[in-house]
């Protein structure tokens, strides 16, 4: 009879048992509904029906058993209720469906983002090691990965540099490149510094930052962080959510984590593979490239001098007896002769220390190089300057003492005093 009851009603016959051991019996309990109070513990006890039910039976009321509490709490809330109750905002959008964006054509959009990098690496000088992290700018469009600057600390200096290795056309990369109409950051502070928005403006590039937690908004370049982990860091030793012993510490060969030089050199072999070899599920089996050369929108490029002109990091410096220090330089240009002690803007290029360029508020003013790099005509050039300045200035301070020398005449009498100029002895 448990059987046929079980077969007719389509569940189990452990259920019918149960429902024959219960009291009230189950008929009482066809169609629970939560009531206030229900939804009010579930609420309170984060999603946990069973502590719903505990608390309801601690307070003596009459109810249906914990499976009919469960199954009556399954009817009513969809996965993405249930998930937002227990673990908040990230549950509800885990089961949230979002529209899929493509741009039209390459070079529409590219997405930016920073992402410290989940694996050990050890800088120069350094005695422990650190975790790197990499400034990424992506084509929307191709997947392409346009521009890439590694850094143990980010800032507005490793954005320019991952922007105009991203926009500058390089035959020996490939032949992409070229200004992007649109750029989408995240609300980081090394993207919305002054270099950023003033390098932007000049090139005719429209920042659109993301709102604020809003992933989603920019979530091809989010993916291809994940990528990252799981096509590269995780076949790396050090890789810090690798296997760990029972001390916790990770297993691994028992040497010295990997130099940030050599780990950069294998960032960069990924990279090129991932955009020249790698097949892309969303771009129907083709490599990023292939995606990018498939199209035909024009592509607009910027000469290299005028590229690295506007592409520069801002920082202040007082100008020394010796020259500018800067980076662990010092860099000297001619034009900075009377200026000691004055502060002027320096522009620079990251992991570039062959010049800088000095500006006195927005007025260029000199480009200055180190002065281990001078050469024997750049010295030549600095002492001339620096003579011609100082004959100048004897030029000058010399009609200064001619004109002092106009006196005026001895006066004996009433009337109006005469001008006088002593000869020359």
Not at 177 to 187: A, F, I, L, Q, T
Not at 303 to 321: M, S, T
Request: hydrophobic fraction near 40%.
């Amino acid at each position: 009879m448990v059987r046929l009851a079980a077969e007719g009603l389509g569940v189990s016959e452990r259920s019918v048992w149960r429902w024959l051991g219960s009291n009230p019996p189950p008929g009482q309990w066809p169609h629970y509904r939560p009531t206030r109070q229900d939804w009010d513990l579930y609420w309170d006890h984060r999603g946990n029906v069973a502590a719903v039910w505990r608390a309801r039976q601690a307070a003596g009321q009459d109810g249906p058993t914990l499976r009919t509490l469960q199954a009556a709490f399954r009817r009513e809330l969809l996965p993405g209720d249930r998930a937002a109750v227990a673990e908040g905002e990230e549950g509800r959008r885990r089961h949230t469906v979002y529209l899929r964006w493509e741009p039209s054509h390459r070079n529409a959009l590219w997405e930016a983002d920073h992402k410290e990098l989940g694996v050990w690496v050890l800088a120069p000088r350094a005695q422990r090691p650190s975790k790197p992290w990499v400034t990424i700018f992506l084509d929307a469009y191709s997947r392409l990965v346009m521009g890439w600057a590694l850094s143990l600390c980010p800032s507005s200096a490793h954005v320019l540099a991952a922007l105009r290795a991203g926009i500058a056309v390089d035959a020996a990369r490939g032949p992409h490149g070229g200004v992007p109409e649109v750029v989408r950051p995240d609300r980081g502070l090394e993207f919305a510094a002054t270099a950023i928005t003033r390098a932007a403006a000049s090139l005719g590039i429209a920042v659109v930052p993301t709102p604020a937690y809003r992933p989603h908004l920019k979530g091809k370049v989010e993916r291809f962080n994940r990528t990252i982990a799981q096509q590269l860091l995780a076949q790396m030793p050090f890789w810090v959510d690798g296997p760990r012993a029972a001390d916790g510490r990770l297993y691994g060969p028992s040497v010295e984590p990997m130099a940030l030089e050599t780990f950069a050199g294998r960032f960069a072999d990924w990279v090129e593979e991932y955009n020249t070899r790698r097949p892309h599920s969303a771009l129907g089996g083709q490599t990023p490239l292939q995606r990018w050369e498939a199209d035909a929108s024009p592509v607009r490029e910027v000469p290299d001098e005028d590229l690295r002109f506007l592409l520069l990091a801002d920082a202040e410096r007082y100008v020394g007896k010796d020259g500018i220090h800067f980076a662990g330089h010092v860099y000297f240009a001619p034009e900075l002769s009377g200026r000691v002690g004055d502060v002027v803007q320096v522009r620079y290029m990251p992991h570039d220390p062959r010049r800088i360029e000095v500006f006195v508020g927005d007025r260029w003013l000199a480009t200055a190089k180190p002065q281990g790099t001078l050469g024997p005509q750049e010295r030549a050039r600095a002492l001339a300057f620096r003579q011609a300045a100082k004959l100048e200035q004897t030029r000058r301070q010399a009609a200064a003492s001619r004109r002092a020398r106009v006196t005026l005449a001895p006066i004996t009498g009433p009337g109006t005093p005469e001008e006088t100029t002593e000869a020359p002895p």
